[in-house]
């Protein structure tokens, strides 16, 4: 083997990296889209689908990473710190369990009834999953020009206080109308689990300005 070629393979695998992390946050907005069908479907055995499908979507992550991880190992140099991109393969990881675990949840709970709050509620975890989506597709360039990573993090930051207001007004309404208890435990911690996937989704923010300020 030539010196070039001895080189060339201690070179950051960017065109490994990059798409790799893209293509982990694309699989989130499938995730999430397929979350917000499950919240609606009035069918148990509809949502018993969906949740298969997302459960799918959740390992075919974890494989990703794993991958993500091997070439971390295996590259000398790496397109950023390697603490950077382990953290934000995390974050992403973080985001997908809570997806799973959410619909998981539903699934698991059976409620009698899902409320409009839950509906809206999915709908910013699927809005959360875009914007990540959006940020993640800028890794590659963001070092010449941060401006649209910037702005998909600044609407991460608002979309998890829209959901903290979500779940603190639909937890007051649950209390003062929910008479069963059961059905109030099963729906608080359904609530509970897709707010703290908007908390995940905005811990990948707080990562990529970490990774912006190092960079940009």
């Keep these: 083997m030539s010196l070039n ?7 950051p695998k960017e ?6 992390i893209k293509n982990m946050s694309s699989r989130l907005v499938v995730a999430a889209d397929l979350f917000t069908e499950l919240i609606s479907a009035n ?7 969906l949740n298969t ?6 390992t075919e992550c974890d494989q990703i990473m794993v991958g993500i991880y091997d070439d ?5 140099v790496a397109p950023f710190d390697r603490e950077d991109i382990h953290q934000l393969c995390d974050d992403l990881d973080d985001v997908m369990d809570y997806i799973n675990d959410s619909a998981k949840r539903i699934i698991l709970y059976n409620p009698k009834t899902m409320p409009n709050k839950a509906m809206h509620m999915g709908e910013i975890v699927l809005e959360c999953a875009k914007a990540v989506d959006a940020a993640i597709g800028e890794l590659k360039t963001m070092r010449s020009n941060p401006t649209i990573a910037l702005e998909q993090c600044a609407k991460l930051h608002d979309l998890e206080h829209e959901g903290d207001d979500v779940y603190d007004n639909f937890v007051k309404e649950l ?12 729906l608080k911690e359904i609530m509970q689990s897709m ?3 908007t908390d995940s989704a ?11 300020v190092k960079y940009a």
Aim: avoid cysteine.
């Design 72 to 76: 971390l190992d295996n590259s000398f």
């Design 43 to 49: 069918d148990h055995d509809k949502r018993i689908e």
């Design 195 to 197: 707010e703290t996937a």
């Design 175 to 186: 209390f003062e109308s929910e008479a069963d208890p059961k059905e109030l435990i099963k």
């Design 15 to 20: 065109d490994g990296f990059f798409p790799a």
């Design 202 to 212: 905005n811990h990948v923010s707080k990562t990529l300005h970490i990774i912006i």
């Design 53 to 58: 499908k997302i459960k799918a979507i959740e």
């Design 5 to 11: 070629s001895i080189f060339a393979s201690l070179l």
